[in-house]
């Protein structure tokens, strides 16, 4: 990213995004500089599967994962793990008026500094999704779903 920002620049064309894999499930772009040189060089840091394919929604269980391919990723034994990070999800949405573990998610994905683009199949997830807008996570917070985010992901 940093020799595509100076190439660019080079050309007087400034570097506005680099799109990458980020979630609360998926941290690598804080762990391995992306991030930190995003927030350097004043480039948007633009985080897909900031849901992590659903998993983030509350929808999928142990004992009700994934369908397809996403069952072979999201094993029962990975949800078993992933589940006090949902319960602080919903505590947290619960404290901020009822919003959803997903809302929650993307807020998170908000307060670090990037842009979340969650999918959504329908008016309805759209719909949902846009409520993690207009309000924010402590710092606190962020810090609790940092620290059971990696319990998760070590």
């Known amino acids: 990213m940093g020799r595509a920002h100076n190439a ?3 050309r007087g064309i400034p570097l506005a995004s680099n799109q990458v894999f980020y979630s609360l499930l998926h941290r690598e772009p804080e762990f391995n500089g992306v991030a930190q040189l995003c927030k350097d060089l ?3 840091l633009i985080a897909y599967s900031p ?3 659903g998993i983030l929604t509350g929808q999928y269980t142990p004992d009700n994962p994934p369908p397809g391919m ?3 990723l ?3 034994e990975y949800l078993k793990k992933v589940q006090p990070l949902l319960e602080t999800l919903r505590e947290f949405g619960a404290a901020h008026g009822g919003k ?3 809302q929650v998610a993307l807020n998170w994905t908000i307060c670090k500094g990037a842009v979340p683009i969650p999918g959504a199949k329908n008016t309805r997830q759209a719909v949902s999704n846009a409520g993690a807008l207009g309000w924010r996570l402590t710092d606190d917070e962020v810090t609790i779903l940092d620290e059971l985010s990696l319990a998760v992901t070590k």
């Open 51 to 53: 849901l992590e394919k």
């Open 70 to 72: 996403r069952q072979r």
């Open 74 to 76: 999201y094993t029962r």
């Open 100 to 102: 959803t573990e997903a």
């Open 42 to 44: 004043n480039v948007t």
């Open 8 to 10: 660019l620049m080079k």
